[in-house]
């Protein structure tokens, strides 16, 4: 059953790689024998990641992207196959939140997140995708939603209506697509620990909001191996257009 899993043939772009749960899908895409590369803004993170991977024996290099810009993505995907051949896999991840409530966002809050989570996303599966079908390949896009694209929070509604954007482009993509070989599911994490919210959850706030997870524990960014390796691989070969949940159970509430 190992070999449903390998992505070692694959070479996949990960955006938002700097960080949190990008860094995370690569290193473990990576450790699994895919050719990785890592895109985002923040350089010096990308090139520390890239030298980690490279030192384990892994094959990734970093390019730099902001998918607010269509011209960036043009030329991030054209540097990512120039370095490590054609796309096979798209992870679909990079994205920020502005924390005020709905009354206090500006439209330039709107903008921002709009642009980078579902404009920006949106924009950078159709481009990868036009380059699957010229090459006549099968393709394979796995973007990030989130349990806020189902569920809601107070003070970031427009990350919720960008992630709920996310789930019908999902959908809408994968419809077009399948006649193309090409193949568009979502993964949905729920509350995750990473370094830029890891000083919240020992806060009474954060503390109050992992209660209400089912599990009652926050998730750590390991919790979505599996079902990274899962969409990102042959095993998720049957599958198109479907969102897989990862929270611990707090959609149930």
Known sequence: MSGLFDVSKETILVTGASQGLGRQFARVLAAHGAAVAL??????????LEEEIRGKGGRAAAVALDVTDTASIARAVDAAEAALGPVTVLINNAGIAIEKLATEQTEADWDAVIGANLKGAYFLATEVARRMIARKQSGNIVNIASVLGTGVLKAVSPYAISKAGIIQATKAMA???AGQNIRINALAPGYIDTEMNHAFWSTPAGERLAKRIPQRRVGAESDLDGAILLLASQASRYMTGSVITV???????
């Open 175 to 177: 419809l077009e697509l």
């Open 39 to 48: 895109a985002a803004r923040q350089a010096d993170k990308l090139k520390s």
């Open 247 to 253: 929270d611990g159970g707090f959609l149930l509430n």
